[in-house]
């Protein structure tokens, strides 16, 4: 039996969403319990020039939800917002992203397969169809972000551990 789209993408989506929530409360635990303020985690980065762990936690909502927002419309184009600055407003970024993707059906997404999909940033087209544009651009995107926001921690001492990043898995029932 073929893999759909939906069985493909929101599992692994709500996993590492989850695990983005368990992070954000790992963080302020950390903070809470070391003395450390909740800007020096939000505004952390591993090098000057890649963006702090808060836009690397909201990029994990805007990489699920924002994805599932632009394949609808046919385009996605990054959120430039800037990305939420507490521990409180990052959760409500994440479980907004939550519910978005706990609403999605096979249905829907079946009916998504084939439609004509556009990333625009700037000068940058990029063409797809939107099943490629979920699982070859906003797959790796959502991975990307959430292991950066994981690896931050780290750096900063919070005692976090591949568990942590894995979050709930599919196990066999």
């Not at 909740?38 to 000057?48: L, M, P, Q, T, Y």
């Not at 419309?73 to 479980?95: E, H, I």
């Not at 249905?107 to 439609?115: A, C, K, P, S, T």
Request: charged share 25%.
């Amino acid at each position: 039996m073929p893999l759909s789209l939906h069985a493909a993408y929101v599992p692994s989506a709500l996993q590492m969403l989850g695990t983005a929530r368990h992070l954000v409360d790992k963080a302020e635990s950390w903070c809470e319990k070391s003395g450390a303020a909740e800007k020096d985690i939000i505004g952390a980065r591993i090098i000057e020039d890649m963006l702090p762990w808060c836009y690397q936690v909201k990029c994990v909502a805007e990489h699920t939800q924002g994805s599932m927002e632009g394949v609808r419309k046919g385009v996605y184009s990054p959120d430039l917002n800037p990305p939420p600055t507490s521990f409180t407003a990052l959760r409500d970024k994440l479980s907004g992203a939550r519910e978005a993707m706990e609403a999605l059906t096979e249905d829907e997404m079946d009916n998504l397969i084939g439609q004509p999909m556009r990333f625009e940033f700037k000068d940058h087209r990029i063409d797809f169809t939107a099943e490629n544009f979920l699982l070859s651009f906003s797959q790796p995107n959502f991975y990307f972000h959430c292991a950066t926001a994981y690896d931050i921690l780290r750096m900063k001492g919070v005692p976090i551990g591949k568990t942590d990043f894995l979050g709930r898995m599919r196990l066999k029932a």
